[in-house]
C-alpha cells in the first residue's frame, strides 16, 4: 500500500505548499534527511543554456508509467540533433514509436514523461519533465513543467562513437529472477539510471546514481533477488527518494556500454534512513533495497558504444561492498 496519506499529512505540517516546487514525498524526504534544498533551480521553463545542451547530445534517458503506475526507464540514441528545443517549454524528440520498446504504447499522448540529459563526456547533466503532447511520424513533443541542472558527481568520463555497418535486430528477452549474465551487469556497474513516479498528478522522474564498481550489492534466497544501493551526497532536491515515499516502486536501467544492451530491473523499495549498515559504506548518507519483481534484457539496443575516460573524483571517495 502506498504511504501516500501519512507522508502528506506529516508534510503539510511543515510546507507552504503554494510556494515550493516540491510534492508532500519530497518534502518529507526533506524532513528524515535532516534538509533539502529550497528549490530555487527548479524552473517551468528551460534557460537557454539547457535548450542549447540538449540537442548535442546522442543519447537520451527517459521514462514514465505504464497503466498500473509502474515506473519504466529506456535510453533513446540518434545523431546530435534528434532532440530539439522549439522553445523554452518543448523539446521535440525525432524517434520512431520502436524505439521505446517494450514501452511502446506508454509513450503515448498525455502521458507524464520524465528526461535526463546526461553528456558522460563532460559530466554535465539536466533534467527536464512533462508530458506528450503531441506525437506524429516526426516524433513527439514534450510539454516541459520541470526543468533543472544537476551537479556533477559521481558521473564516470566516457567517450562515446556511434558503430558503423550493419547491426543485429534487438531482441528482448523477459525474465523474474537474475540469470549469470545480469548479475554480472549489475556487479561490474559503475553507473546506473533510477526511474520513480509521484503517484497520480505528480509526473515521473529519471536520475542517474554512480559509484564504484560492486556498489550495487545483490542478495539473493528463495523469495527473489534484492538489490541495496547507497544512496550518496546530492543536489538535496531527494526528488527520487521522495518519489520512492508516494510510491515504492521503481525502475532501474544498467547500460552494457561496451554492447550497447540494455538491462532494466522493476521492484518496490525500502529507503534504510537509518541503517547500521550505512556506516561501513564510505560516502553513503543512507541507503535503499529493492525487491526484484521483472526485468527485461533488450540486446542490441542502442547503436552507441562507450569507452570509458576516468572516474570522477567523487565517485572514487565511495566505497564498494
Not at 508532500?24 to 534527511?33: D, I, P, V, Y
Not at 503506475?69 to 533513446?76: E, N, R, T, Y
Not at 553507473?191 to 515521473?204: I, K, P, R, Y
Request: hydrophobic share 40%.
Amino acid at each position: 500500500m502506498s504511504p501516500v496519506p501519512v507522508i502528506a499529512a506529516e508534510a503539510a505540517e511543515h510546507a507552504d505548499f503554494e510556494h515550493t516546487p516540491f510534492h508532500a514525498g519530497e518534502l518529507r524526504a526533506h524532513q528524515l534527511a535532516g534538509g533539502g534544498s529550497n528549490g530555487a533551480a527548479i524552473r517551468d521553463y528551460m534557460p537557454e543554456q539547457h535548450r542549447s545542451f540538449f540537442p548535442l547530445l546522442p543519447y537520451l534517458l527517459a521514462s514514465t508509467t505504464d497503466a498500473e503506475g509502474w515506473p519504466s526507464a529506456i535510453m533513446l540514441a540518434g545523431q546530435p540533433g534528434f532532440v530539439s528545443s522549439p522553445d523554452a517549454r518543448s523539446l521535440h524528440l525525432a524517434v520512431q514509436p520502436e524505439a521505446f520498446a517494450p514501452y511502446t504504447e506508454q509513450f503515448a499522448i498525455g502521458k507524464a514523461i520524465g528526461l535526463l540529459g546526461l553528456d558522460l563526456s563532460t559530466r554535465r547533466r539536466n533534467r527536464a519533465n512533462g508530458f506528450i503532447a503531441n506525437s506524429d511520424g516526426q516524433g513527439m513533443l514534450v510539454a516541459i513543467e520541470e526543468s533543472f541542472g544537476n551537479c556533477p558527481k559521481y558521473i564516470q568520463l566516457r567517450d562515446v562513437e556511434f558503430i558503423s555497418g550493419p547491426r543485429a535486430e534487438p531482441e528482448i528477452t523477459h525474465f523474474t529472477r537474475l540469470d549469470q549474465q545480469a548479475g554480472e551487469l549489475i556487479r561490474q556497474a559503475d553507473t546506473l539510471f533510477v526511474a520513480t513516479s509521484g503517484g497520480e498528478g505528480e509526473g515521473t522522474d529519471i536520475s542517474h546514481r554512480g559509484g564504484r564498481p560492486g556498489f550495487v550489492r545483490i542478495a539473493s534466497d528463495k523469495d527473489g533477488d534484492t538489490l541495496t544501493i547507497p544512496d550518496f551526497t546530492g543536489n538535496r532536491f531527494f526528488n527520487t527518494l521522495g518519489n520512492m515515499l508516494m510510491d515504492p516502486r521503481a525502475a532501474l536501467l544498467f547500460v552494457d556500454f561496451s554492447t550497447g544492451d540494455l538491462l532494466h530491473v522493476q521492484g518496490t523499495v525500502e529507503v534504510l534512513w537509518n541503517s547500521e549498515e550505512t556506516a561501513g559504506f564510505a560516502g553513503a548518507q543512507r541507503l535503499w533495497q529493492l525487491k526484484v519483481k521483472r526485468i527485461w534484457r533488450k540486446t542490441a539496443a542502442l547503436p552507441l558504444r562507450w569507452t570509458l575516460r576516468e572516474y570522477a573524483p567523487t565517485t572514487l571517495a565511495t566505497g564498494v561492498w
